[in-house]
């Protein structure tokens, strides 16, 4: 277009062409601002969203908790009070019992994925680690439920256990190996050089080593499964009392959160509330600790 | 000669000793690959009778009745379906849009704080998402987002029908803030991960901030960022407590988002412990195969997505 002005003078059509390249300039910047704009509101939205629910949380759940919530058991329905004793201690047990499940075989496994494996096998493994911690919880319920609430007849703080501590396997795995390969290889190779079998070497300097990694990536695990309710469901079923055995229902914080809050009672409401707040707290704290666990420890990542 | 001798019979004592360790070590990662098989298994000859009485005629039938013995699957995973695809539509957009200003607008300190709050909202239960969305989010939807969006949007047949609040709306609302911490944190590893040669070459050739970042780094890591949304949308699936707790409970199928609606992982948690004949809980159990079998194959086609971009594993569940 421009070229077809055949009048014009070389000043006139640079002009022109100039004044083409600064609109498109200021479209552009515009356009620009605008996109800027927008990314930063969505991430006020999620903002928003967060502190939205954490504000309900804490001011609902501190203004419902009280001390019968730490020390009494439930109350039938329709009398006031009472409190999640039971549940507390519960979900102690089940993480207890998960822990022994899946610390040992997620803790195996991400030993000999990084000091012995095949690259082959390794990745195979890896894979289905990782695929595994994409099954949908309330499945291993089901499991759970298949391998042992069937045969034992019988709902049961040990099948609770199970259920939870199978999740654990592939997140226990993936950290611990990850963990274990930063050693530096230097000290594999000292060990070695002084005669030490390579198992030695492994279990006495590689694993120390790696200990304050490999107890965060288990801590990170548990708070995970910490707050799962759709495993234990039909595994540890609930309890409105103290279990005397491992092998009977057992009550649990997350599915006594849930059993509450989908009842049509206020007290029980209220409850519910204060149960999410111990539990989140729960969750946090193991969190947080694992956190700190890894950087006040952690000698091998953080590069020196 | 001696030392040679000295030599192979440490090299021997050492290989006995390591050999049995290997070996007992083995038996946790070929425990992995069981675990794995040993659900699937277990899960296919559970629920062999519900496969025999109704076939592939289980996924298409309508009808769920406990007192009749006649079970179909078809509204859960209409439900399933509707209330994933609803969530990635609402969760995406905002989530890989909070990624990119992680990684390229905010200031350091902004996006680390920001980051943590992200891991935060990850952690979690979704049981507490459930309590807030009872007591939160269900009042709300009633009150002032359904009657608004059947007032301007009521023509669509999405947007009309019965307001009770408990709906595949208000169960696609809490599922998207649940999966949204997990597209922000895998769409911001990714995004880190695009080479700065790149963007910094754009920005020499004198492109905006946002032209690099949609023409390269978008473009650099779309492959990923889809990794992220399939891995999301896995989540989604798989999601029990708190889509259970506001969706209704309801096996219909309706093009109203408005009504309470019904999925795979709800009509688990609400009726497995209840189920009192063999072919209920072979049923149930079907559909739990169905659930299980469906994550897998998004779950694989999530982590193809994500290790051709990071090139190999990244740990990416926080």
Avoid at chain 2, 13 to 35: E, N, W
Avoid at chain 2, 141 to 149: A, E, S
Avoid at chain 2, 304 to 314: E, F, M, Q
């Amino acid at each position: 277009m421009v070229c077809h002005q055949g009048a014009g003078t070389g000043d006139q059509m640079k002009g022109i062409i100039h004044t083409a390249f600064e609109r498109t300039r200021l479209r552009r910047a515009i356009w620009d601002r605008v996109m800027a704009f927008i990314l930063t509101l969505c991430a006020l939205l999620i903002l928003f969203i967060l502190l939205n629910i954490l504000t309900h949380l804490f001011v609902q759940g501190f203004s419902s908790l009280n001390w019968d919530f730490f020390t009494q058991l439930p109350k039938p329905v329709g009398e006031k009070g009472g409190g999640m004793v039971n549940a507390i201690a519960g979900t102690f047990t089940l993480l207890g019992l998960a822990v022994c499940v899946g610390v040992p075989i997620g803790l195996g496994a991400g030993v000999y994925l990084s000091e012995y494996a095949d690259q082959h096998f390794a990745q195979v493994v890896r894979f289905v680690a990782d695929v595994m911690n994409g099954i949908p919880s309330i499945v291993y319920g089901i499991f759970a439920y298949i391998v042992c609430v069937l045969p034992m007849k019988s709902f049961s703080a040990l099948s609770g256990g199970f259920a939870l501590g199978i999740m654990m396997v592939p997140m226990i795995t993936r950290t611990s190996e990850q963990f274990v390969r930063m050693v530096p290889s230097q000290l594999r190779e000292a060990g070695l050089a002084l005669g030490v079998p390579k198992w030695r070497v492994t279990v006495d300097i590689v694993i120390p080593s790696a200990l304050a990694g490999i107890t965060t990536g288990i801590m990170v695990a548990l708070a995970r499964v910490a707050g799962e309710t759709a495993p234990l469901l039909f595994t540890a079923f609930g309890n409105h009392y103290w279990q005397r055995s491992l092998t009977q229902p057992i009550a649990a914080l997350p599915l006594q959160v849930f059993t509450y809050a989908i009842a049509p009672f206020n007290d029980w409401h209220r409850q519910a509330w204060a149960g999410a707040i111990v539990l989140i707290l729960m969750v946090l704290m193991i969190n947080g600790w694992a956190q700190f666990y890894v950087m006040s420890r952690n000698r091998w990542s953080s590069g020196k | 000669m001696s030392a040679r001798t000295l030599d192979k019979s440490m090299m021997s004592r050492q290989d006995t000793s390591d050999i049995v360790f290997r070996r007992i070590l083995a038996v946790f990662p070929i425990s992995i690959l069981i675990l794995v098989a040993g659900i699937f298994f277990q899960l296919v000859s559970s629920c062999l009778p519900s496969l025999h009485k109704f076939g592939l005629g289980f996924l298409f039938s309508r009808v769920w009745d406990p007192v009749a013995e006649n079970f179909g699957a078809l509204p859960f995973i209409f439900g399933t379906c509707v209330t994933s695809l609803v969530a990635l539509l609402l969760a995406v957009p905002v989530g890989v849009g909070t990624a990119i200003y992680l990684a390229e607008y905010a200031p350091p300190k902004v996006s680390k704080a920001i980051s943590i709050l992200v891991d935060l909202l990850a952690a979690i239960p979704s049981v507490i998402y459930g309590l807030w969305g009872i007591f939160v989010l269900v009042p709300y939807m009633r009150t002032t987002v359904q009657p608004f969006l059947g007032k301007y949007l009521g023509f669509l047949p999405f947007f009309q029908g019965p307001n009770y609040g408990v709906s595949f709306l208000s169960a696609s609302i809490i599922l998207a803030i649940i999966i949204v911490p997990f597209i922000i944190s895998v769409s911001r590893e990714v995004i880190l991960a695009v080479p700065s040669v790149y963007k910094e070459s754009a920005y020499a050739l004198g492109t905006t901030r946002w032209e690099a970042v949609y023409d390269i780094v978008l473009s650099y890591g779309r492959v990923g960022i889809l990794g992220a949304v399939v891995l999301a949308l896995g989540r989604a699936i798989g999601e029990t407590m708190a889509v259970t707790m506001i969706i209704g409970n309801n096996a219909v199928i309706t093009p109203s988002l408005f009504s309470p609606g019904y999925t795979l992982a709800s009509v688990l948690a609400n009726e497995f412990a209840e189920a009192t004949t063999d072919i209920y809980l072979s049923s149930l159990i079907e559909i739990g195969l169905v659930l299980f079998l469906v994550s897998i194959i998004v779950n694989i086609l999530a982590r193809i997505l994500i290790w051709s971009v990071t090139k190999g594993p990244v740990q990416v569940i926080k």
